[in-house]
């Protein structure tokens, strides 16, 4: 197929690549917010930050991590597997050694990454002594 077949448009005018500390950030931000829901619903003229805070939310609902809802869409809550990925991520060494596993390999995605944050706290807890089995 001739690209010129299927022509493509880019409504935002922005580069979408998934930021991971943006991520991070996004989590741990809305886990610390006294509100159970989260409602981001940028337009085309929205600040490049709100509309990139956006991507990043539909990326963590793709995923599982949060939840969107309403007619629109633009409402997210947090899912069960978000906590948790909140829990493993929170502290930044761990972060940091999540960050370095998955550089280490190409083609991490989201959800290897919230399973390689899971394999250090689990690790963790079993250095600790606890039984995980």
Known sequence: MEMGACPYVY????????????IRRLMLDFEASQEFLLVCTP???SPHEERLKYYHLKLLA????????????????????????CAAIRDDAAWARTKAAAASV????????????????????SDLGVPLD
């Open 106 to 125: 190409s083609g991490v995605g989201l959800s290897l990454l919230r399973d390689i944050s899971m394999a250090f706290l689990r690790k963790k807890l």
């Open 11 to 22: 409504l935002w005018g922005m580069p979408m690549r998934r930021d991971d500390d943006l």
């Open 43 to 45: 337009h085309n003229q």
């Open 62 to 85: 793709d995923a599982g991590l949060l939840e969107e809802s309403g007619s629109r869409g633009g409402i997210f809550r947090m899912t069960n597997a978000g906590h948790d990925f």
